[in-house]
């Protein structure tokens, strides 16, 4: 859950649902409150109206049966009877009061009483979608003394009208659970739908950066992702194109290098001085390995060979056999027991590399295999001096040498890291380095299973 919550498709679910949920929740809040005015507005006209009848009904009744009338013809909300008792009047007449006077004439005195009905003041329940409140009615709710025209003194009471009965109510919460639940499936539609080309873009630049010969992208979808996918495309045919032309280019540079570099190996057969030939030779050697891994550099880059399922485990095993067989102290230790998807002369030379550098270095090499996170780990330990912290990480930089014996008295371009780093990472692996506790440099090889070997 928190990796989906981290992720876009996450962040764009609960972009939507929170949205719509508040934006719903809002417009339902206005919608109730625009309700209930009209509600109210409606309730106030109807007392005016209703008032003004049961005035004109009582005046006709005939004042020795006017209250047994008004006892019947009272209704919740509206009553007009015979007042217990006098009451102080209010300084001004009401809204109210003012509208049912011109309503019906001036026949009739009209008087606003300062004291409201005590059922004024009484709350209310009110219900929502949400949750039911208690609120005072706001509407009209006061006491009015109507003089009639024989005289008569009556009293108008205009109450809150009657509380609905919570029995009679809707189970809102079934509708708010219905509303959730539509709203979770939409958002995450929407962000699963949103946030799929994204994901197709992001998994095409990882294929890329492991085989710049992936097939292009489809160009599918909206017009601005079908955009998108037509620049990706342009660039991965761009950088494949850099790729190409550079390795061709040092391809030809060795070539023609080559021819050049051999008669100059010949011609010094012809120095007389035994000393200055030597030195001439080992200069002319050294300028050969550089030219060789120079190209080799290139061509790990370079990602024209097809990728096939192979067993890492007889992989490696040959690549230390033929150490072995060529001299080299190398011992292996466990077994992946995986098949991994790669380019198996790319993964020979990364091996072939990362031994040699351990046999150069350190006179023997101890390679341990595992399996560790789902991965093929290979622990490449030596016997050297090790390197120190501050130089680890520049040792897969082209051509960078450390300035200590391990390349001082054994050589070398600086160029064999670098390839076998590129050649990794081309598979989704990764190389790291340490200095063994018990001393010596570990190069730890690390590679993505493909799948696990029955």
């Given at each position: 859950?928190?990796?989906?919550?981290?992720?876009?498709?996450?962040?764009?679910?609960?972009?939507l649902?929170f949205?719509t949920?508040v934006s719903?929740?809002?417009?339902e809040?206005?919608v109730e409150?625009?309700?209930?005015?009209?509600?109210?507005?409606?309730?106030?006209?109807?007392a005016?109206?209703r008032?003004e009848q049961?005035?004109?009904?009582?005046?006709?009744?005939?004042s020795s049966a006017?209250?047994a009338?008004l006892?019947?013809?009272?209704?919740?909300?509206?009553r007009?009877?015979?007042?217990d008792?006098?009451a102080r009047?209010?300084?001004a007449?009401?809204?109210f009061?003012a509208?049912?006077?011109?309503?019906i004439?001036?026949h009739?005195q009209?008087?606003?009483?300062?004291?409201?009905?005590?059922a004024?003041?009484?709350?209310?329940?009110?219900?929502?979608?949400f949750?039911?409140?208690?609120?005072?009615?706001?509407?009209v709710?006061?006491s009015?003394?109507?003089r009639?025209?024989?005289?008569e003194?009556?009293r108008?009471?205009?109450?809150?009208?009657?509380?609905?009965?919570e029995?009679e109510?809707?189970?809102y919460?079934i509708?708010?659970?219905?509303?959730?639940?539509?709203v979770t499936a939409?958002?995450?539609?929407v962000?699963?739908?949103?946030?799929?080309?994204l994901?197709?873009?992001?998994?095409a630049?990882?294929d890329?950066?492991n085989?710049?010969?992936h097939?292009p992208l489809a160009?599918?979808?909206?017009?601005?992702?079908?955009?998108?996918?037509?620049?990706?495309?342009?660039?991965?045919a761009?950088?494949?194109?850099?790729?190409?032309?550079?390795?061709?280019m040092?391809?030809a540079i060795t070539h023609?290098?080559?021819?050049?570099?051999?008669?100059?190996?010949?011609?010094?057969e012809k120095?007389?001085?035994?000393?200055?030939?030597?030195?001439?030779?080992?200069?002319?050697?050294?300028?050969?390995?550089?030219?060789?891994?120079?190209?080799?550099?290139?061509?790990?880059?370079?990602t024209?060979?097809?990728?096939q399922?192979?067993d890492?485990?007889?992989?490696?095993g040959?690549v230390?056999c033929?150490?072995?067989?060529?001299?080299?102290?190398v011992e292996?230790i466990?077994?992946?027991?995986r098949?991994?998807?790669?380019?198996?002369?790319a993964l020979?030379?990364?091996?072939?590399n990362?031994?040699d550098?351990a046999?150069?270095?350190?006179?023997k090499?101890v390679?341990?295999?595992d399996s560790a996170?789902?991965a093929?780990?290979?622990?490449?330990?030596?016997?050297?001096?090790g390197?120190?912290?501050?130089?680890?990480?520049?040792v897969?930089?082209?051509f960078?040498?450390?300035e200590?014996?391990?390349s001082?008295?054994?050589?070398?371009?600086g160029l064999?890291l670098t390839?076998?780093?590129?050649i990794?990472?081309?598979?989704g692996?990764?190389?790291?380095l340490?200095n063994?506790p018990?001393?010596?440099l570990?190069?730890t090889?690390v590679l993505p299973?493909y799948?696990?070997?029955?």
């Amino acid at each position: 859950m928190k990796a989906f919550l981290g992720s876009m498709t996450g962040r764009v679910f609960l972009t939507l649902f929170f949205g719509t949920v508040v934006s719903a929740i809002l417009a339902e809040v206005l919608v109730e409150e625009q309700q209930y005015r009209w509600f109210q507005d409606y309730r106030d006209n109807a007392a005016l109206e209703r008032s003004e009848q049961l005035i004109y009904s009582a005046e006709i009744v005939p004042s020795s049966a006017r209250a047994a009338y008004l006892l019947s013809a009272n209704r919740p909300g509206i009553r007009l009877e015979e007042p217990d008792a006098p009451a102080r009047l209010a300084r001004a007449p009401s809204k109210f009061t003012a509208a049912l006077a011109a309503r019906i004439g001036a026949h009739y005195q009209l008087q606003t009483l300062a004291e409201r009905p005590a059922a004024c003041n009484v709350p209310r329940l009110q219900y929502s979608l949400f949750w039911p409140t208690e609120r005072i009615w706001p509407g009209v709710c006061e006491s009015i003394n109507v003089r009639m025209r024989d005289g008569e003194i009556l009293r108008l009471l205009i109450l809150p009208p009657a509380s609905s009965l919570e029995g009679e109510q809707s189970d809102y919460r079934i509708v708010f659970a219905v509303f959730l639940v539509s709203v979770t499936a939409l958002a995450y539609l929407v962000a699963r739908m949103t946030t799929r080309p994204l994901k197709q873009l992001a998994q095409a630049a990882k294929d890329l950066g492991n085989d710049i010969n992936h097939p292009p992208l489809a160009l599918a979808g909206a017009s601005e992702i079908r955009q998108a996918s037509a620049a990706f495309n342009a660039m991965q045919a761009r950088i494949r194109q850099h790729i190409f032309q550079r390795t061709q280019m040092l391809a030809a540079i060795t070539h023609d290098l080559q021819t050049p570099l051999t008669r100059m190996r010949l011609r010094l057969e012809k120095v007389g001085d035994n000393e200055l030939q030597q030195r001439l030779v080992d200069d002319l050697s050294a300028m050969q390995a550089m030219v060789r891994e120079g190209l080799d550099l290139a061509r790990s880059m370079d990602t024209t060979e097809t990728m096939q399922p192979l067993d890492l485990d007889s992989l490696l095993g040959s690549v230390c056999c033929d150490a072995t067989d060529a001299g080299q102290q190398v011992e292996v230790i466990g077994s992946a027991n995986r098949a991994l998807m790669g380019r198996p002369m790319a993964l020979r030379r990364c091996l072939v590399n990362l031994i040699d550098n351990a046999v150069k270095y350190g006179k023997k090499a101890v390679v341990t295999v595992d399996s560790a996170g789902g991965a093929a780990r290979i622990r490449i330990r030596d016997n050297g001096p090790g390197i120190a912290p501050i130089e680890q990480a520049r040792v897969f930089e082209p051509f960078y040498r450390v300035e200590l014996s391990r390349s001082r008295e054994s050589g070398g371009t600086g160029l064999g890291l670098t390839i076998a780093r590129n050649i990794a990472e081309q598979h989704g692996g990764s190389i790291s380095l340490c200095n063994h506790p018990d001393g010596g440099l570990e190069v730890t090889l690390v590679l993505p299973e493909y799948y696990t070997r029955k």
